[in-house]
Nanobody, 125 residues
């Protein structure tokens, strides 16, 4: 069983930056695509970004493109989400999830089997 753990959330003013981290136990992250999702109060969980298991492909939602960057390291086995130029509408619980090992980068939550507990990101105006 994979246990995914996110960290790095917090309170930041609009225009500021945060860097989220994601690690996992029980399975090497490097063998699967990894995604970041977010969920604001009263809203559905939505896709933010995904990076391939090879680390050479990534994809972003339109709402964060150009502001957020997803990356991964193999030592330690960690996935990051660098968030710049944060806006109040970025406020949400951010989740990291382990996906599949394949050619397609999926954006739908149903393709991700293991999820962390989430980390709160709050952007004040």
């Amino acid at each position: 069983q994979v246990q995914v753990v996110e960290s790095g959330g917090g309170l930041v003013q609009a225009g500021g930056s945060l860097n989220l981290s994601c690690t996992a136990s029980g399975r090497m992250l490097r063998s699967v695509d990894m995604g970041w999702f977010r969920q604001a109060p009263g809203q559905e969980r939505t896709f933010v970004a995904v990076i391939s298991w090879t680390g050479d492909r990534s994809y972003y939602s339109d709402s964060v493109k150009g502001r957020f960057t997803i990356s991964r390291d193999t030592a330690p086995d960690t996935v990051y989400l660098q968030m710049n130029s944060l806006k109040p509408e970025d406020t949400a619980v951010y989740y990291c999830a382990a996906g599949t090992h394949g050619r397609v980068l999926f954006t739908a939550p149903r393709y991700y089997a293991s999820w962390g507990q989430g980390t709160q990101v709050t952007v004040s105006s």
